[in-house]
Antibody
Framework: QVQLQESGPGLVKPSETLSLTCTVS????????WSWIRQTPEKGLEWIGYIYYIGSTDYNPSLKSRVTISVDTSKNQFSLKLSSVTAADTAVYYC?????????WGQGTLVTVSS | DIQMTQSPSSLSASVGDRVTITCRAS??????LNWYQQKPGQAPKYLIY???NLPSGVPSRFSGSGSGTDFTLTISSLQPEDFATYYCQQTSTTVPTFGGGTKVETK
């Protein structure tokens, strides 16, 4: 059974960069698309972007200027960086395996943007 | 982006009730529509893909229908474990978008 686990700081200061890593276990990262999704009470579920295991990416245009997603196949991990964060980036961040649907999800991690 | 609108935003129902949730897309998405169930403190779990297909392990009381812009999720006989929030999601375009959710609460 494929499992995903997000990790990273739970508190980030405004204007700094949010960094999260998703570790995939129970299966290989190779051959699949991997996404980051966030959830807030105000905006609901928002897709941030995906990376294919070979490194190609696509991002939500609303966040594209601030987002970088990378992959490390040797560690079976992929990562998210979101720069210049504000309070509006406070959310639960999920990683997920992305096919035509999001079939496996991490448990989610709350990231709060605050000084 | 394609906007996904769910109705109702919440509903109250009893165990055994038939429950229907509607999702409307702002433009045609064929059958590129998925449904998810989310319980408090948990990640969403996919219930239905491509509008009407159930993954293995999802109970047959769940069903989905629709194409184009109008879609429906039906729970034929609500069970205690089905009280949750349900989301639709389109994959017709390169930017997947979600509906705002429908919370199914106990009456």
């Amino acid at each position: 059974q494929v499992q995903l686990q997000e990790s990273g700081p739970g508190l980030v200061k405004p204007s700094e960069t949010l960094s999260l890593t998703c570790t995939v276990s129970g299966g290989s990262i190779s051959g699949y698309y991997w996404s980051w999704i966030r959830q807030t009470p105000e905006k609901g579920l928002e897709w941030i972007g995906y990376i294919y295991y070979i490194g190609s990416t696509d991002y939500n245009p609303s966040l594209k200027s601030r987002v970088t997603i990378s992959v490390d196949t040797s560690k079976n991990q992929f990562s998210l960086k979101l720069s210049s964060v504000t309070a509006a980036d406070t959310a639960v961040y999920y990683c997920a395996r992305h096919y035509s649907h999001f079939e496996y999800w991490g448990q989610g991690t709350l990231v709060t943007v605050s000084s | 982006d394609i906007q996904m609108t769910q109705s109702p935003s919440s509903l109250s129902a009893s165990v055994g009730d038939r429950v229907t949730i509607t999702c409307r897309a702002s433009q045609s998405i064929s059958t590129y529509l998925n449904w998810y169930q989310q319980k408090p403190g948990q990640a969403p779990k996919y219930l239905i893909y491509a509008a009407s297909n159930l993954p293995s392990g999802v109970p047959s009381r769940f069903s989905g229908s629709g194409s184009g812009t109008d879609f429906t999720l039906t729970i034929s006989s609500l069970q205690p474990e089905d009280f949750a929030t349900y989301y639709c999601q389109q994959t017709s375009t390169t930017v997947p978008t979600f509906g705002g959710g429908t919370k199914v609460e106990t009456k």
